[in-house]
């Protein structure tokens, strides 16, 4: 399922605050969601931070891959940037950092690959882990992490 073709983003809703030009999608306030759902998933992202280096640590071109509205992969311009150790990019932010730092330079187009098993639930519960696996610019920097 491609859920963005260069043209347009109505696959998503918030789309509005984002801006589609030269067959990129570019933020300009808010958060976009996918307007279909999905359970278990492979998900290929594209992506390149700013080219021009301004801030540091979580200032340096910050987003995010959520899974169910709950579970982040983070996207940040990690590239010769110090920032906390489950806040690089690659990692399941605030539980795991990647095993290595992919990153390539500011500006410079990037991939994240990523393998996503749902948890399952009884009630408040959960009755099977879920399980994320992410490879960036096809490096593994998560295998097959069991999210809390």
């Not at 399941?92 to 991939?111: D, F, M, S």
Request: glycine fraction near 10%; aromatic fraction near 12%.
């Amino acid at each position: 399922i491609v859920l963005f073709n260069g043209k347009d983003l109505s696959k998503w809703n918030g789309a509005d605050k984002w801006t589609v030009q030269e067959g990129y999608a570019f933020p300009t306030k808010g958060d976009i969601i996918s307007k279909d759902e999905f359970g278990d998933c492979q998900i290929h992202l594209e992506f390149a931070t700013p080219a021009e280096v301004k801030g540091n640590g979580q200032g340096r071109g910050n987003s995010g891959l959520f899974l169910m509205n709950r579970y982040e992969v983070q996207i940040l311009d990690s590239f010769d940037n110090k920032t906390y150790f489950d806040g690089q990019c690659g990692s399941i932010y605030k539980q795991h950092p990647p095993l290595v730092n992919a990153c390539r330079k500011p500006g410079e187009w990037q991939t994240l690959d990523v393998i996503f098993t749902t948890p399952k639930f009884e009630g408040d519960k959960v009755s099977k882990p879920g399980y994320v696996t992410v490879l960036h610019n096809g490096v593994l920097v998560q295998n097959h992490f069991e999210i809390l």
